[in-house]
């Protein structure tokens, strides 16, 4: 069983940054892929960005392209994800999940966090 926090969620004005960060709490040897989803009010979970453990490989959603930026520290087994240039829209809960299997749909991943609330207010 793999435990996934989240931690860096916040109140952030329009155009400010904030930094995510996702926490494993042991090894993930037995996953490949670290990803960010978000649900956003009255909407069901949308992808963010994903990334392999192994190398580089990242994918983003295309509503944060450009703005958002997901890393990874696999000595510290964590994830992080640079946002920048938030947006209202952007205001949502935050979770990270890990899985073995490239994908955008949160089916896709067996483990997940709790998430953590980003606010941009209008």
């Known amino acids: 069983q793999v435990e996934l926090v989240e931690s860096g969620g916040g109140l952030v004005q329009a155009g400010g940054s904030l930094r995510l960060s996702c926490a494993a709490s042991?090894?993930?040897?037995?996953?490949?892929?670290m990803a960010w989803f978000r649900r956003l009010p009255g909407k069901d979970r949308e992808f963010v960005a994903h990334?392999?453990?192994?190398?580089?490989?990242?994918i983003y959603g295309d509503s944060v392209k450009g703005r958002f930026t997901i890393s990874k520290d696999a000595a510290k087994n964590t994830v992080y994800l640079q946002m920048n240039s938030l947006k209202p829209e952007d205001t949502g809960v935050y979770y990270c999940?890990?899985?073995?299997?490239?994908?955008?749909?949160?089916?896709?991943?067996?483990?997940w966090g709790p998430g953590t609330q980003v606010t941009v207010p209008s």
């Open positions: 042991q090894s993930t040897w037995r996953t490949t892929v």
């Open positions: 990334i392999t453990w192994s190398g580089d490989h990242e």
């Open positions: 999940a890990s899985g073995s299997q490239l994908g955008s749909l949160p089916q896709q991943y067996y483990y």
